[in-house]
Each structure stands twice: as C-alpha cells, then as structure tokens.
C-alpha cells in the first residue's frame, strides 16, 4: 500500500509471517516466450551487467523442479534439524529452495517448537554441490528454549487487548477473524510462549484490516503488533494505449492473461469485499483512457500486472510473485473515493482505490510493481512490517517498482526514481517519494540515524531508497529520461553509480538469500555485499561501490574509513563483558586547533554475536557524552560496523576522546576491534 506524506491516516502494508523463498536472480533479458495473440510487447530494457560470476545466478527451474526441490528438503528436514543443532523440540519446515548454477542451494525454513510456529525463527540454509552445509543465516541466534507452554493469562485476555489495540489505531467494524492462537515469539531476541491475535474490520481510510498482535502468554504483555494488509487493446488512464493479453470465450473476452499464470482482473465497482465482477465484453478494445468509462481503470491494473510478471521473469528468472508459475488476481474500483492502493496475501491480490473524488485511480505502473512486489518479499524474506525491517520492506516495493516501471519502457510512463508521480496522491501534482534526495517528500530520511526504526515505515524506507539511487546512478546533478536530480551524500564525498541493470540483481540475490525477517539496516549491508561479493566479487568495483553507496547514507563506512580529513585511529583489542559494566577505548588527539567540527566522523568496528545487546557513546574529552547507538532487543545482526556523523563543534579538539560500549544483556560476547576518529 502507498501512504501520502501529507496524509494523516497511519497506512500500513506489511508482511505476512510466512517465509518462503524465490527462484533466483537471472540475467537474461529475453522476451516471454509463449504468450497468445494480443500478450504485452514491450521489450525488456537491455542488461548491462558486466563480468558476472554465473555461477552465482540461478539455474532455471520449472515450477515442478522447484516443488521436487521443496520436498526433498521437506524429506531430510529432520537430519537438517540435527545437523544445525537444533533442539529436540524444534522441527524445521521447508518453505522454498533456490538453486545456483553452481550447484549451491539456499533453502528457506520456518520452525516448530513443541508443535508450535516460531515467529521470527525463520532460517535459510546454504549448501554446496556436495551436499555440504556452508552457511546459516538466522533471523535469531536465540537459543529456542521457553519455560512452559502454558499460558497463564486466558486466551480471551489476548484477544480483548488486540480488539483495544485495532481500535486505537482507528479501525472499525472491528471483530477477531479467530479465536487466539499459540506460537512462540522469538523476533526480539527472547523466546516467549505467546498468543497470536488476528483483527479484522476495516482501517481508518477504508483499507480492509487485518491488525496481528502478539501477546505475552505469561504477563499479557503486548510484545509486538503489525498490519497484514501490505499497504486485447487497452486505453490506459497512464500508459496510453497498450496491447494486453485476454481470453476469448463464445463471443466475449475477458481480462484473463493465460500467458501469465491465469492473472484475472475484476471490478469491483465500489465495493470493499469478495472478488467483484470479472472484467468480460464482446469487443477485445478496454476503456476509453479516462475514468468515464469502468474499464480504464482495469487496462491500468491489467498492464501493471503484465509487466510486473514480465520484470521479474526476464530479469531475475522469477515466474510470478510465489515462483511457482501461478498468477494473483487484481480488484479495481475498490470502495468510493479510497486514496490508496494494496496487496493482500492472503488473497493473493491486488486492489485500487480511485483516489480523490474517483478522479485519479491508483493503477499506474510503478505502483502495481509496488505493491505486487511486497507479495514477492512476503514470500522471500519476510520483513517485519515495523522498524528498520519494515523500512526495508517497503524500500523494497519502491525499488522493484521502479524497477517495472523502467523495465516497461513506456513512453507515456518513461521510468524514473520518483514513486507515484502519476497518481498525484497528494493533490498538488508531486509525487508521493523521491529516491535520490528521500527528505523532499517532508518526512523521510535521507541517512541512517539511530532513530530511523521508529518512523513510519514510509519514512524509514528512505534509507534504502537512497542507497539504491546512488547505487544505480551515482550521486550529484544528472537529467534521466527529462528528470532532473541532484543527490547528495551524508559524508560529503562522491559515489560512483554502477547501474540500474547490477544494483537490481544485488538487492534481490540479498533479499532472496541473504535477508530474514528481522533484517535492519546493518544486516543489509552485510547481505548486499556478501550478494556482490558472490555476483561480482569481493575485490570488484561493484563491490566497493556497494560499500560507498551505504556509507553514503551513514550505514557503515567506505573502504580504508573514507576519504580525505585527518584521522586518528585505536586498533587495541578490549573484551566486552557479557551483560556487565561498560569498557572504553581512547584515542588521543594531538596537533589540531580550535574546536572539533559538526561532522566528525566516528568510525567504529565492534565484533559482537549480537548488536542489539550494546550501547555505544562517544566521550569527548571534557566528559559530555553524545549517544552513537542505543539498546535494542530486536536488533539481531552481528557486529556494529558503522560510520557516525557528531556535531562536535562545541568541543576543543585535542584532548582524549573515547569510546564507551556497554552489552546490557546475557548470552552473546564480542570485543571492541577498532575505532577512529576523521576531522574532515
């Protein structure tokens, strides 16, 4: 779903709690073979990937191949279980299976424990050819252990304070869609027997609800809440007219695409539940290209789906938002007036508004790739729909969105880094986000800061946005297709782009293999480099680029800690006690005048088992302490490689400056490996 920045309703689309995975990144750029009379011809753009280890690109699997594959690991879920170590009250459960052209397999798991789903202990498993296991990527590193599985407050408990927590966030008709189920919540890093409430009725503005609370089943806790609802010839309303694929049946057509997993189109016609009425006339001519006539808006949605199919096929080797060859379905016309646009997994479809007085419906293509592609990331990885995790959900949207909407070479829609410029969802004719300078939209961010995960997850997302232009294009002033940008870097130093065509392949090998449920921020930088560095290469200048372009945005820092200033640096090792006081590390600062500047920059490399654990603070030399990193009990990611930006400019200099950690929680240890200080 898209949310207006000037809109005060609270819209969500998020994740479902399923983990699935997805077929692979592929490179070809072929056209979809097999399509009838009437298919979408738009040619796919041109790849310009470069030297590419095809290995590390994805063998090409029928649907059939990819259901054999999930059952034979289905089969041996059991030895896998052992072989991870797991407990023996937890069981494994085969989701989906990607296969390299190399022969390694990355397969997707949720668990069990004691009969019981694990939310947030989703795990994806790397093996080689040989059938050795080379890597496990887990969305906790918790030990899955709780003290009893029964509950001490009553399942009625759970569900009035879900009711009481839906309508506080505006919902209405407001009821339970079922009784409280059991599961074990292990996303925040303590494994805890938990009921699971699922709220129906509708949102504020109209979209359907469907409000997942997670109560304590000891204390009745809330411990976590998040939105399922993730927010022939066609005379297209914003893509002119376009061939689209039907069906002819007797005399009629309808607005089936056989060529595309049977992807059907509906209306709705207002209203705000079931399927609607499948788009079917005599003549294979839809809409008139403006809202006068029902079927614009279903030409819209048609050729949205079409292309959005076609994107991922021809670009990363994917058929259909699950992999398995099948199509969702898309409703038009939903309710009256409704500003927004969304995907339901558990539909599996796709819904329009018609915006602002039914002028404006919101089918244009970089939103059907949007919000089509939050069903590929509920199928892959799983993002949480809250914090950085659910920034990174819904970056995800925009970037595949603009992905389909360059893919589809429209000349009456030309591709560009503007999300929703079409729809004017804010009613003045500017889009609804900028990817090269986030901020513009008035509440998104441009650079990481510690406070990122509490904004809404359309503001959050802007980091990732950001990364992904200047990944894609470079930073500074440049004119594409008309559009004039300018984006900046939080470091003051320039990023080199490496194209549209590699940072696509990046971003999804990583969400594909790499990221997990509970994925933030650092964890995607690991995850994007470790996908480069196996698309690529680790010593490629994709690779560095990839490093420049996170640092660009405060995530992490670039290679050899920047460039340019004076630098001081501590290289001593110092231990971390495990849950006990905190320890520091200094460094002294010699030969400079004046105060300090209101961008030193704080290079810190910590090992730790899990970040979340740590607080961070730099001391300047008079004692004044200003926070680096706070206490997270769901931020799971290993280390804390991080380049910080402080406003020092009230401090003198010299003196000794220094680093104080603190881990403020049992289990997981680490060790401060290095920090510096650069006086740019």
């Known amino acids: 779903m898209l949310s207006s920045s000037s809109s005060h309703r609270r819209t969500s689309h998020t994740t479902q709690r399923r983990v699935a995975a997805v077929a692979l990144v592929g490179v070809s750029a072929l056209l979809a073979a097999a399509v009838q009379s009437g298919a979408a011809s738009a ?38 279980a052992k072989d991870l170590g797991l407990g023996a009250k937890e069981k494994l459960v085969a989701r989906d299976v990607i296969k390299d052209a190399d022969g390694t397999v990355h397969t997707r798991y949720e668990r069990t424990y004691a009969g019981l789903p694990v939310l947030g202990g989703d795990l994806v498993v790397d093996t080689t050819k040989a059938g050795k296991t080379e890597r496990v990527i887990k969305a906790t ?62 949102q504020d503005d109209g979209t359907p609800n469907q409000l997942h609370v997670i109560t304590d089943a000891a204390t009745g806790k809330k411990l976590y809440e998040y939105q399922g609802i993730e927010t022939g010839i066609g005379n297209t309303q914003y893509s002119g007219q376009v061939t689209l694929t039907t069906t002819q049946s007797g005399s009629n057509y309808t607005l089936t695409d056989g060529a595309r997993g049977g992807h059907k189109t509906y209306n709705l016609n207002r209203g705000t539940s079931g399927t609607g009425t499948l788009f079917s006339q005599t003549s294979d001519t839809w809409g008139n290209g403006t809202t006068s006539n029902a079927a614009t808006a279903g030409a819209d949605a048609h050729y949205g789906a079409a292309e959005t199919w076609d994107f991922y096929k021809n670009t990363f080797g994917r058929s259909g938002i699950k992999n398995n060859g099948v199509g969702a379905y898309s409703r038009v016309h939903y309710g009256n007036a409704y500003v927004n646009a969304f995907w339901d997994d558990g539909c599996f479809c796709m819904t329009y508004g018609d915006g602002a007085g039914n002028a404006d419906p919101l089918t244009a293509i970089d939103v059907a790739g949007h919000e089509m592609s939050h069903g590929v990331t509920s199928n892959t990885a799983g993002l949480n729909y809250t914090g950085e995790s659910g920034g990174l959900n819904e970056a995800t949207s925009d970037i595949f969105g603009t992905g389909v909407e360059f893919y589809a070479n429209n000349a009456s829609d030309p591709g560009d880094y503007l999300i929703g410029e079409k729809i004017d969802i804010n009613g003045d004719g500017t889009p609804l986000r900028y990817m090269d300078k986030p901020s513009k939209d ?56 490496i194209g549209r065509d590699k940072a696509l392949q ?8 790499k990221f997990t449920s509970t994925t933030n921020y650092a964890a995607a930088r690991t995850g994007t480099l470790a996908a480069t560095g196996e698309l690529y290469g680790t010593t490629s200048a994709e690779y560095t680029a990839v490093q420049n372009a996170w640092a660009a945005v405060k995530v992490g820092s670039r290679p050899g800690g920047g460039g340019g200033g004076t630098s001081f640096e501590n290289t001593g090792d110092v231990s971390i006690p495990d849950n006990g006081p905190a320890v520091t590390s200094s460094i002294a600062v010699t030969g400079r005048t004046g105060n300090a500047p209101s961008n030193l920059l704080v290079d810190v490399n910590i090992v730790h088992t899990w970040r979340g654990d740590l607080v961070v603070d730099l001391l300047a030399p008079d004692g004044t302490v200003y926070p680096l990193k706070p206490f997270s009990s769901s931020d799971s990611a290993d280390n804390v490689q991080e380049t910080y930006t402080v406003n020092a400019s009230s401090e003198v200099a010299n003196g000794t400056w220094k680093l104080r950690v603190q881990d403020k929680a049992a289990q997981d240890t680490g060790y401060i490996n290095s920090w510096k200080l650069t006086f740019p």
């Open 43 to 80: 040619a796919p753009q041109k790849s310009s990937l470069g030297k590419i280890n095809r290995g590390s690109l994805a063998a090409p699997l029928t649907p059939s191949q990819r259901a054999e594959l999930i059952r034979d690991a289905d089969a041996a879920k059991a030895a896998t």
């Open 442 to 497: 008035g509440g998104s961010a441009d650079n990481w800061s510690s406070s990122v995960g509490g904004l809404d997850v359309h503001y959050s997302s802007g980091v990732a946005n950001h990364f992904f232009y200047l990944l894609s294009e470079g930073s500074g002033a440049k004119v594409i297709n008309g559009v004039s940008y300018n984006s900046p870097t939080a470091d003051g130093l320039p990023v080199t782009g």
């Open 506 to 513: 990046i971003w999804y090998r990583a969400l594909t293999t």
């Open 141 to 202: 590193r918790a030990t899955l252990k709780v003290a009893s599985l029964t509950p001490a407050i009553a399942a009625s408990k759970a569900e009035k304070q879900a009711l009481s927590a839906a309508k506080a966030d505006g919902s209405k008709k407001t009821d339970a869609d079922r009784a409280p189920r059991k599961v074990i919540w292990a996303a925040d890093g303590t494994p805890t027997l938990a009921y699971e409430t699922v709220v129906g009725g509708f």
